[in-house]
């Protein structure tokens, strides 16, 4: 088993009916899918601030277990290692951000080759939505694709 993907430990935390703390009680027993949301900055321009918003799906919640992001240039051909990117995100319906204040990109989002693992998930109840927002702190465009990774409880009530 491999410790860095918490969706295995939970998997087989479920088989042996021993579930973490943080899963909701009501879960239990529901089918589970993994899913990723996803939204895109095409392009963040240059020194601008940006919001896109998430719906999440009526059908099910969604248990975010981690987060990554992609930035490339603005045509999509050059991957981007520096990040001059503030982020804030916050739930839609509160308006509760999950930061005091924007962070640096790189405090929030891993890479596709090592994602930032939530040390505590965050469970998004159907029809709610997510807000992302994006300040480039660069004289330069670039494009942002970022990813939600979790799986979707069906049929979950709160």
Known sequence: MN???PGERLLQAIQDNNYPFWFPKSARNLALDYFAYG??????????TANNQISINSDSAFQ????VAVETSDDDLTFLGQNPVLVQI???GSAR???NQPLHFNNVF????LPMVWPLPKLL???STVQVQLQNLEPTDRNVRIAFHGFKIFNFVK
């Open 110 to 113: 891993g890479t596709a080759e």
């Open 39 to 48: 939204t895109d900055f095409l392009p963040l321009a240059a020194g601008q």
């Open 90 to 92: 916050s739930e839609g």
């Open 97 to 99: 951000n999950f930061f």
């Open 125 to 127: 109840l159907p029809n």
């Open 64 to 67: 975010v277990l981690a987060v």
């Open 3 to 5: 410790p860095r993907i």
